[in-house]
């Protein structure tokens, strides 16, 4: 006799293997999902039974909620609109509310700050939440060990650093994004391509400058290390790099900054400088934000679904609520390339 999960029993791969079927299938049947076939239920099911899988008991205590949490970094920037755009469709769309947390970020500015925390707690059990979204930099190790202690699920949104160990993320294909960056830049001509990443060990900042380098190297071209810079994701840092990068002895052509506002600052640093885009020097952003559409020259820009972002996590917090486990611990949107007018082949 096969014995239960749990004390060597079949995992889902032996029940799936037997019954035919993928894993997810076998997992949705084993935890009561109800988008399965009636004739693949009852071949898993049977299955499950025939080599005596003990399915996973959900927690009892966790109810579906009626209203979920949402905390960003700040509500004055245009992410944020798109994250809360994002987040109010998914919720309609469940029957949901929201519960917003806005501009109580920590001394540094980086995580939640502790009056977020405290009033969350002082809700108590009956109107506390049942789960959390994240829009912050990132979470430090006591804002992480607080939702643990309490049970509270929660997804994290388009972070800047990795999640502590457990919790689940939405972002975009930073990488890809960075490739299609500099390969547009490429394929107008430009060969000496500076980018401006974000902090230096920022795993969004980081992708993105390594989808550059990636796609320079597949062009055969080098990229020498005063043509990559680091800054905060702002417009005045980027601004003080570009000048930087114009004072060298072979200036750039073209900038790929890893933010918009980090474009825009780099547009407005070489204006200072007497320098047209894209007539002198092409610049490419990261977000597509409203900016982008509004700034003269409109902003060439790789667009992160940000909204699209805030919606999946969402739905993967709901389900991380019905007691699923995710798949994987970080979920990647697709980012796509929008051509404007701040990009052209280099000045003879």
């Known amino acids: 006799m096969v014995r239960a999960t749990g004390s060597g029993g079949p995992t889902l791969a032996v029940v799936a293997r037997e019954a035919g079927v993928s894993v997810p299938t076998a997992s949705k049947v084993a935890n009561g999902r109800q988008d399965v076939a009636p004739e693949t239920r009852r071949r898993v099911t049977e299955v499950l039974d025939r080599l005596g899988y003990v399915r996973r008991q959900r927690p009892a205590a966790r109810r579906r909620p009626d209203l979920v949490d949402l905390v960003v970094h700040d509500l004055s920037g245009p992410r944020a609109g798109a994250v809360l755009h994002g987040v109010d469709q998914a919720a309609h769309e469940a029957g949901l509310g929201v519960v ?19 009033r969350l707690s002082a809700r108590g059990p009956a109107d506390g939440p049942a ?34 160990a457990g919790i ?13 960056a500099t390969e547009h830049l490429i394929g107008l001509g430009h060969r000496r391509i500076a980018v401006i990443g974000g902090a230096r060990h920022r795993t969004c900042g980081a992708g ?23 800054g905060s994701f702002d417009e005045a840092g980027a601004g003080r790099q570009v000048l930087d990068l114009l004072a060298l ?40 934000l409203p ?6 020259p409109a902003l060439t820009t790789v667009r992160q679904p940000l909204s699209e972002m805030a919606a999946a996590a969402l739905r993967l917090l709901l389900r991380l609520l019905d007691g699923e486990r995710p798949e994987g611990m970080r979920t990647e949107l697709s980012t796509r ?12």
Not at 136 to 160: F, G, R, S, T
Not at 168 to 179: D, E, I, K, L
Not at 263 to 285: F, I, K, N, W, Y
């Open 168 to 180: 689940p993320s939405v972002g975009a294909t930073n990488w890809q994004g960075g490739v299609s």
């Open 249 to 288: 002895p072979e200036p750039p052509t073209a900038v790929f900054a890893c933010s918009d506002a980090m474009a825009l600052g780099a547009v407005r640093a070489l204006g200072e400088r007497g320098l047209r885009v894209p007539r002198d020097v092409s610049v490419v952003g990261f977000d597509d």
């Open 337 to 348: 390339l929008v051509v404007r007018d701040s990009t052209a082949p280099p000045a003879a």
């Open 291 to 296: 900016q982008a559409v509004w700034a003269t």
């Open 208 to 230: 993105r400058v390594a989808g550059h380098r990636s796609a320079m190297s597949a062009a055969g071209l080098q990229v020498p290390p005063e043509y990559v810079r680091y």
């Open 131 to 164: 789960g959390v979204l994240l829009h912050v930099k990132e979470l430090d190790a006591a804002q992480h060990a607080w939702l643990e202690q309490h049970h509270i699920p929660c997804v994290m949104i388009d972070p800047v650093a990795d999640p502590p």
């Open 100 to 118: 917003i947390s806005a501009a109580l970020t920590g001394a540094r500015g980086d995580g939640p700050g502790r009056g977020w925390l405290e």
